[in-house]
Structures are given as structure tokens and as C-alpha cells.
């Protein structure tokens, strides 16, 4: 479909949608359609200009075609990418694609984790992880700007831009500080537009799987556990807090651990939910190894490691920190009644 087909496609579907008296929430409804409509239609048209330049192996939808080359043109030119590979990867928030490296990185694989379009995100409950958190620009310093802060305050399309830009910042200043520290974490390499770039888990034919589909030997399931918990202590260390960790969020490969997904993450010095959300990290991890065969004890650990930081306890998780979807914060749910 050409450039002018596509945008009189859209033309069409406003005029026959502008014919009709509709209720509230429809038209509500039907003005996000529109705005995603037109989002598409601009990729669209930018992925024709970028395709010339930038093409790879990955065969992609139309439209996902269109957001990963705009997402990882910059990225492309850069030399740190020379081809896309395949998904790893699909989520609500962002998706995962291996990457042949080019000529400026130093590894064979690499994996390009794209956010979706900030108004296609879905992602329940930020603001909880947000709180005391000061917001970051693209190259991850703080924002003093007044007409950015202002922007955000008042939440304008501008605004939501900024702090969609801001969570994508802190996962990669995340990775960056605890690479740093000697944790268990993909090495960071690049952050452009909706993409960071960063180190693979896995070979050519098989990404990492998730510790939660796999299933270990009390001598296997033992180290594994003991390196998780002191990944969870060396953030602490340096002021940060997983926000969402499970062994849904933590990869297995040949024997070794590695967490990933940290944009939700919380700074324990200034986020008053710190503890709860700690605690609620740490429960999860040990009710995951806890089914392996290991004896841990979720409170005592979590008191344990937060008081030898010289913070102080909660008595228990708030239930608005839980998400009733997930089968391990009903589990949490359960033992506080």
C-alpha cells in the first residue's frame, strides 16, 4: 500500500465515522483510534524513507516493520546493530529482538529491547514506582528544564512524551550503575529513542528461557538462589530496588542467572512504598525457590537484608501493591488475611 493510499484510507474511516451520533465513550474511544491511526500512518511514511538505508533479516508485520526501523535507525548508524535477527520477545510494554552486532560493539548478539508508542503502553500503576524519583532526559541526567517539568505537571502530550522518555532512562542508568557493581544483569550498551540496546542471554537458535520454566535440583536450585539474593542485596547497596522481580524476570542459561527488566525500579530513600515493595520482590523469589527445595523464610530475609541497610519495616504488604492477575501476589494476599 502506498503513502497516499494509506492516508486515504484513514480519511475515509474519519469521514464515515464523523456520519454518526455516537455516545460518550465511543467518541472517546474513537479519538484514541484516530491518534494511534495517525501514529501509524507517520511510521509508516518514515519507514519508507529509513528503509533504504537500514533493512534486515526479521520479517515483521507492516506496521511493526515500520516502529522497529524508526525505533533503531539511530542505533543502525551507529554501527552497533548490522542486522535484526527475530523476536525474542513480545510483552504489553516493550519487545525483545535479536540483533547481529556491527563493526562498534564488541559481542556477536545483541538484544534490542523497543518500547511500545507511549500510547500504546499498558502498563497498570506506574505512578507507585515513579514516587521520588526524579525524572530523566534521553541521555539520563535529571531534568531541570521548567518547560519540560511544567509540561509533565500538567501532563500534555509533550508532557507524557517526557516521562514515557524518563522510564525508559531508568532502566538503562539501572543497568548501567549495577553492571558496574558486578550484578547479574545484561551489559548496557546503547539507549536511542524508544530502544536500548544490551547485551544477549542465549545462542543463535534459543534465547535464555525464564527461571520460572525451568525446573532445578536442590543442589542446582541452592547457588542459584544464594546469587539471587545477593544480586537483591548489591541494589540495595546502590539505592535501587527491583520493583518487579520474580523468576519471571530473571534468565537461566547454562547453569548462571540474569535479571532483567528494570524500568519500574524504585530508589528505597525516597519512594514511602519502598519497604512494601521490597518485601513484596523478595516473597516472590522465595516462593519460587521455596518450590525448588530450598528453605527460606520471606520475612526474615527481607527484614534481614533491608534493617543491615538501616531502613525500617513495614508490618506488612499494602494490597494495592499486589496485582491480583499474578498467581504469587494471591499467594502474598492469602498468608496477611
Not at 117 to 130: A, G, H, S, V
Request: glycine share 4%.
Amino acid at each position: 500500500m502506498s503513502k497516499n493510499q494509506l492516508l486515504e484510507l484513514y480519511e475515509e474511516l474519519d469521514e464515515s465515522n464523523a456520519e454518526e451520533e455516537l455516545p460518550l465513550h465511543k467518541r472517546l474511544f474513537q479519538k484514541r483510534e484516530s491518534k494511534k491511526q495517525e501514529m501509524d500512518a507517520k511510521l509508516f511514511i518514515r519507514a519508507q524513507e529509513i528503509s533504504r538505508e537500514f533493512q534486515f533479516t526479521y520479517k515483521a508485520a507492516r506496521f511493526e516493520e515500520a516502529w522497529l526501523l524508526d525505533s533503531l535507525v539511530e542505533i543502525a548508524e551507529h554501527k552497533w546493530i548490522s542486522d535484526v535477527l527475530r523476536k525474542v520477545k513480545g510483552g504489553k510494554e516493550a519487545s525483545v529482538y535479536l540483533c547481529k552486532s556491527g563493526v562498534a560493539v564488541d559481542a556477536p548478539l545483541l538484544a534490542a529491547k523497543i518500547y511500545r508508542p507511549r500510547m500504546l503502553r499498558n502498563l497498570k500503576n506506574d505512578q507507585q514506582y515513579r514516587v521520588g524519583r526524579e525524572d530523566l532526559d534521553e541521555n539520563g541526567n535529571i531534568i531541570v528544564d521548567d518547560g519540560a517539568l511544567h509540561a509533565m505537571q500538567k501532563r500534555t502530550a509533550f508532557g507524557e512524551e517526557v516521562r514515557h522518555r524518563s522510564w525508559i532512562a531508568y532502566e538503562f542508568t539501572t543497568l548501567e550503575i549495577l553492571h558496574a557493581a558486578g550484578a547479574d544483569v545484561p551489559k548496557p550498551y546503547a539507549m536511542e529513542k524508544n530502544a536500548i540496546l544490551m547485551g544477549y542471554v542465549g545462542d543463535l537458535s534459543n534465547a535464555a528461557p525464564a527461571l520460572n520454566s525451568i525446573n532445578l535440583t536442590v543442589d542446582e536450585a541452592r547457588p542459584l538462589y544464594e546469587r539471587v539474593i545477593r544480586n537483591v542485596d548489591l541494589m540495595l547497596t546502590h539505592g535501587r530496588i527491583h520493583g518487579d522481580l520474580s523468576a519471571y524476570n530473571i534468565l537461566y542459561w547454562n547453569g548462571d542467572i540474569t535479571l532483567i527488566d528494570f524500568p519500574q525500579v524504585v530508589l528505597p530513600d525516597s519512594n514511602p512504598a519502598s519497604w512494601n515493595i521490597f518485601f513484596r520482590d523478595v516473597t516472590r523469589i522465595c516462593q519460587y525457590f521455596s518450590a525448588q527445595g530450598v528453605d527460606c523464610d520471606a520475612r526474615t530475609l527481607a527484614s534481614d537484608l533491608w534493617t543491615s541497610h538501616g531502613y525500617k519495616l513495614v508490618k506488612e504488604v499494602d494490597p494495592k501493591y499486589l496485582d491480583a492477575e499474578k498467581p504469587e501476589d494471591r499467594l502474598i494476599w492469602k498468608k496477611q488475611k
